[in-house]
């Protein structure tokens, strides 16, 4: 089966502080999710990159889908405390949204 | 606020009983998903519905699991003869079609004593 690896598992930054975290797979996608969960809720989708190469923003944050279809990185500028919670990469194969397999997540913890 | 819902937010009970779960997804969206999510993990697919057919069941979703989606709208997943093991969040999420992103409910919190 397909393996999804998802670094680094947790981080603790400092406020205005950039963050990076990143996501590789064993196998090719078609698209690149990437999740917010907060305590308590359910997670919410942030970015969607649907090509290879893609480098897509949301505000402050920026995701790219890699060249070789494998991997995704999620990048956040200037933390603030709300930025807090646990951020999953969700690719999926053509296969449709029922296939969404997510990663472990990075749990980012901002210090104010 | 439209989003998709779930009842109840927590649910103790004691190993053996059966519990049930509800989902109301978006109302335009003939898509819905069960995901069941343990601690320090990413949500795992259970199964999923377009409009009242069930399409899909994972090999996580044992004997004991049952999901109806009877009229296409509201959705609901039974547990029968609940183990420790069942004790997880069962996440709910809906989408307009197989290329629409998911929207997730808030989840309904299992603990099983």
């Known amino acids: 089966g397909q393996q999804l690896n998802q670094s680094p598992q947790s981080m603790f930054i400092q406020e205005g502080e950039d963050v990076s975290m990143n996501c590789t797979s064993s196998s090719i996608f078609n698209t690149w999710l990437w999740y917010k969960q907060d305590p308590g809720e359910g997670p919410v989708l942030l970015i969607a990159l649907y090509k290879a190469g893609e480098l897509t923003s949301n505000g402050r944050l920026t995701a790219q889908f890699g060249i070789t279809r494998k991997d995704s990185f999620l990048n956040i500028s200037a933390s603030i405390p709300s930025d807090v919670g646990i951020y999953f990469c969700a690719p999926l194969d053509s296969g449709g949204y029922q296939k969404v397999t997510f990663g472990t997540g990075t749990k980012l913890q901002v210090i104010p | 606020d439209t989003g998709v819902s779930q009842d109840p937010r927590h649910k103790i009970t004691k190993r053996g009983q059966n519990v049930t779960f509800r989902c109301d997804p978006i109302s335009e969206h003939n898509r819905l998903y069960w995901y069941r999510q343990t601690l320090g993990q990413g949500p795992e697919f259970l199964t999923y519905?377009?409009?009242?057919?069930?399409?899909?069941k994972s090999r996580l979703l044992s004997d004991r699991f049952s999901a109806e989606r009877p009229k296409g709208s509201f959705s609901t997943l039974e547990i029968q003869r609940t183990e420790q093991g069942d004790s997880a969040m069962y996440l709910c999420?809906?989408?307009?079609?197989?290329?629409?992103?998911?929207?997730f409910g808030n989840g309904t919190r299992l603990t099983v004593t």
């Open positions: 519905f377009q409009n009242e057919a069930q399409l899909e």
């Open positions: 999420a809906s989408s307009t079609n197989a290329q629409g992103p998911l929207h």
